[in-house]
């Protein structure tokens, strides 16, 4: 270990290391800096895989050169043993050694491998076409032809990937096929053995495209915070780049930034919006004393932040880096192609065997156990049908990252969803007014409700905050012009206010109404009537007197009731609202969706813990979401459905499907068409087993000849692909379809 850590230079405080197995390997720099921050003492560590260069700065007088020389061998042992495969049977990529890396720490890209193996068979077989069909010239097919040599090398991956299957005790269709293709070449049958072993590569090579797509390093796509901020130097505002930081720092955040440390502020006061959090879309006023989380973002105003956690010690960062965690351990699913593997390999001994029993003919006997050795039972029956399934999915603007997540959609009976973003738009909108008879309103010209809102128009035309916003828009729906003041003035965390007419207007929360000494009076009971229903509410006052309020909501997405509905038709037998929203809000909107079961107030890694909970009780849970606050749960979900539009980089990587166009009814078509996929899997395996049972048989009684079972593979292939392609014209059950009160609830929904 200490030829492979060594110091190149070191100080008070500060040791740098040339560590070799850090070059070019971003994934573990990552991973030992996370680990060197757990050490009491170390205050802060960088790398730079480049030059295989790891910086530590550490406090002298809790430790020494010595102790963080020990501390860095010691996390370089643990990810070395960390870092050896854990491998499974079901290699994309032969040329990998026949083993299947489940974490991408290993370094393994299945993709690669597997063209570059397509890519040698391929230029095989069509050198053989040429050379036979085109030219008409000779071709030496004996074991010790180089074409037979060449075979059997293709050969080896298999006969690896069966010996480390055997010690498992677990018999595949890997043994099965290289031996087969091996008695082939033995026989004289090599161009039949190469078709078998290039028809194999090709279906590897699907199946590594798929799972690759799914693989992707988390840490490549996200910019968890800004690259540079500014830290307060002897009352000085200094750039400094976001690495560099350390805790007891004070950095300032201004309009628009995004906080990149978990602190206390010092100073000023902002509007933080911690949606990527908490997932909650109003903005929270924060001053002097409270403490801010990274990924948060400064929309209006200025802090002084004192740092207590920086980097990898973050909130933001320690959750992602479970996100990236759970994604790297996350238990593969037995899939349908894999069982119906199995099933083939028993079929195929017990084949093979009976017609050398009763014939006693080694030429029928090895005919059968060609026939049995297509991997087109196993590889295609699953892969063409998940593969036109994705393909319809995509026609709706749905990705699916992988064929086991469309298997697990099928079989959820749990469906949690998100609130804010999910179920609702992100942007508030105008849902409620109460207007107040007063001298004010009694003699104006108009509607009570226009005139409560032309005057709150008037009043916020400057403001960009969000409930702002909506009182524009609805303004402006209803076609209403400001009145001119000549006074504005914003409170932060409060509201506006501004002199119309010679009289003080304020629009704003219970907050500014005592700043300017206006009692709510009755009109707090009905405040708090909008309050239970989940409305944000602001009141407008004008001379003192207080002359109506306004309620805000989140706009129910139109589909929303339908789909919750159609999932509870299909047989979902749980829906369940998970947010990070308060009680009132969430519980009215579950009453407004018939959802019976509600978990409000919850933080991102509670979120997570309602999902294991589900599981732990043997529910399959599907989970919708669409923020950095639902990324755990997606995870841990044993199907993550993100909303792709408005959704965070975190939560569609994090997630198993992603609906680019944000319409919730794609989960119900996720659902049917996982179904149907299923059954189609099931009808090509039949098609493929019932063609192989036939050649079997044909074989085992003399009438099939070797070259005739390889022209036997290209007919059940043709039959399988001609069935999985209905997947692409799959359409979801109507409503009419659906069983009694569910269908006409869905459609009263709908209306």
């Given amino acids: 270990m200490k030829n492979r850590v060594r110091i190149k230079h070191s100080v008070a405080g500060r040791v740098r290391f040339y560590v070799q197995a850090l070059r070019r390997n971003d994934i573990l720099a990552d991973s030992v800096c996370?680990?060197?921050?757990?050490?009491?003492?170390?205050?802060?560590?960088?790398?730079?895989?480049?030059?295989?260069?790891?910086?530590?700065?550490?406090?002298?007088?809790?430790?020494?050169?010595?102790?963080?020389?020990?501390?860095?061998?010691?996390?370089?042992?643990?990810?070395?043993?960390?870092?050896?495969?854990?491998?499974?049977?079901?290699?994309?990529?032969?040329?990998?050694?026949?083993?299947?890396?489940?974490?991408?720490?290993?370094?393994?890209?299945?993709v690669r491998p597997a063209a570059r193996k397509f890519a040698v068979l391929s230029a095989l077989m069509g050198g053989v076409f040429v050379r036979r069909t085109v030219l008409g010239l000779p071709l030496a097919v004996t074991a010790f032809s180089p074409l037979g040599l060449v075979t059997v090398a293709a050969c080896v991956p298999l006969f690896r990937q069966a010996y480390r299957q055997i010690r498992?005790?677990?018999?595949?269709?890997?043994?099965?096929?290289?031996?087969?293709?091996?008695?082939?070449?033995?026989?004289?049958?090599?161009?039949?053995?190469?078709?078998?072993?290039?028809?194999?590569?090709?279906?590897?090579?699907?199946?590594?495209?798929?799972?690759?797509?799914?693989?992707?390093?988390?840490?490549?796509?996200?910019?968890?915070?800004?690259?540079?901020?500014?830290?307060?130097?002897?009352?000085?505002?200094?750039?400094?780049?976001?690495?560099?930081?350390?805790?007891?720092?004070?950095?300032?955040?201004?309009?628009?930034?995004?906080?990149?440390?978990?602190?206390?502020?010092?100073?000023?006061?902002?509007?933080?919006?911690?949606?990527?959090?908490?997932?909650?879309?109003?903005?929270?006023?924060?001053?002097?004393?409270?403490?801010?989380?990274?990924?948060?973002?400064?929309?209006?105003?200025?802090?002084?932040?004192?740092?207590?956690?920086?980097g990898d010690r973050t909130y933001l960062a320690r959750m992602l880096r479970r996100v990236e965690d759970a994604l790297e351990h996350r238990a593969p699913i037995e899939g349908a192609a894999d069982r119906l593997a199995a099933r083939l390999v028993k079929l195929g001994f017990a084949a093979t065997a009976a017609t050398f029993v009763f014939t006693g003919s080694a030429w029928r006997a090895f005919t059968v156990m060609l026939v049995m050795a297509c991997p087109c039972a196993t590889v295609l029956a699953a892969s063409t049908a998940v593969s036109a399934a994705m393909s319809a999915a995509a026609r709706r603007n749905i990705l699916i990252k992988g064929g086991r997540y469309l298997e697990e959609a099928g079989k959820a009976d749990v469906v949690c969803f998100d609130k804010t973003g999910t179920l609702t738009g992100t942007a508030p909108v105008l849902a409620d007014m109460v207007v107040f008879a007063s001298e004010n309103t009694a003699g104006a010209a108009g509607q009570p409700e226009d005139l409560l809102l032309r005057l709150s128009m008037s009043v916020e035309m400057h403001n960009h905050h969000p409930l702002a916003q909506a009182i524009k828009a609805e303004a402006e729906r209803r076609g209403l012009q400001p009145e001119p003041h000549a006074v504005c003035e914003y409170f932060l965390g409060k509201g506006m206010r501004a002199e119309i007419g010679g009289d003080e207007v304020l629009v704003g929360n219970r907050k500014?109404?005592?700043?300017?000494?206006?009692?709510?009076?009755?009109?707090?009971?009905?405040?708090?009537?909008?309050?239970?229903?989940?409305?944000?509410?602001?009141?407008?006052?004008?001379?003192?007197?207080?002359?109506?309020?306004?309620?805000?909501?989140?706009?129910?997405?139109?589909?929303?009731?339908?789909?919750?509905?159609?999932?509870?038709a299909c047989g979902v037998r749980r829906v369940v609202l998970v947010t990070g929203d308060e009680e009132n809000t969430a519980a009215e909107l579950a009453s407004r969706l018939d959802i019976e079961e509600v978990h409000a107030s919850v933080m991102p890694e509670e979120k997570a813990l309602i999902v294991e909970k589900l599981q732990a009780q043997g529910a399959s849970v599907l989970m919708v979401g669409d923020g950095i606050n639902d990324a755990l749960a997606l995870t841990g979900a044993d199907v993550g459905i993100a909303m792709g539009a408005m959704g965070s980089e975190v939560a569609i990587e994090a997630a198993d499907i992603a609906l680019v166009t944000d319409d919730l009814q794609g989960i119900t078509y996720v659902y049917s068409l996982s179904t149907a996929t299923m059954r189609v899997i099931r009808q090509n395996f039949w098609i493929a087993t019932g063609s192989n049972l036939l050649g079997a048989a044909l074989g085992a009684a003399g009438i099939l000849s070797p070259v005739m079972a390889g022209v036997l593979h290209i007919v059940h292939t043709l039959g399988v692909l001609g069935n999985s392609s209905r997947l692409l014209r799959h359409e979801p059950p109507a409503l009419s379809d659906l069983p009694g009160s569910a269908a006409e609830a869905a459609s009263a929904g709908d209306r």
Wanted: hydrophobic share 45%; with cysteine.
């Fill in 168 to 310: 498992q005790r677990r018999f595949t269709l890997e043994a099965f096929l290289g031996a087969s293709c091996v008695a082939a070449v033995a026989a004289g049958e090599a161009v039949t053995a190469l078709e078998v072993l290039w028809i194999n590569s090709g279906a590897d090579l699907l199946k590594a495209w798929i799972t690759e797509r799914s693989r992707k390093s988390i840490s490549d796509i996200l910019t968890v915070t800004t690259h540079h901020t500014f830290v307060l130097v002897d009352g000085v505002e200094v750039e400094a780049d976001v690495a560099s930081l350390r805790c007891g720092d004070v950095v300032v955040f201004h309009t628009g930034e995004k906080i990149c440390v978990d602190g206390e502020i010092v100073d000023g006061e902002a509007l933080i919006d911690e949606s990527p959090i908490t997932g909650r879309p109003d903005f929270v006023p924060r001053t002097v004393g409270d403490e801010v989380l990274a990924g948060v973002f400064v929309r209006q105003g200025v802090i002084y932040v004192r740092a207590r956690c920086v």
């Fill in 512 to 568: 500014l109404l005592e700043q300017f000494g206006v009692a709510t009076g009755k009109v707090s009971r009905r405040a708090s009537v909008l309050r239970k229903k989940g409305l944000t509410v602001l009141y407008v006052v004008r001379g003192g007197e207080i002359l109506g309020l306004l309620g805000f909501d989140n706009q129910l997405r139109p589909e929303s009731r339908a789909v919750v509905q159609r999932l509870k």
């Fill in 34 to 110: 996370s680990a060197m921050l757990q050490y009491d003492g170390i205050e802060h560590v960088r790398a730079n895989t480049a030059c295989s260069s790891l910086v530590v700065f550490f406090v002298p007088a809790q430790m020494s050169v010595h102790d963080v020389t020990a501390g860095l061998e010691a996390v370089m042992a643990q990810n070395h043993a960390a870092r050896q495969p854990v491998c499974e049977p079901a290699c994309a990529s032969g040329l990998c050694g026949g083993v299947a890396c489940r974490t991408t720490r290993t370094g393994c890209d299945p």
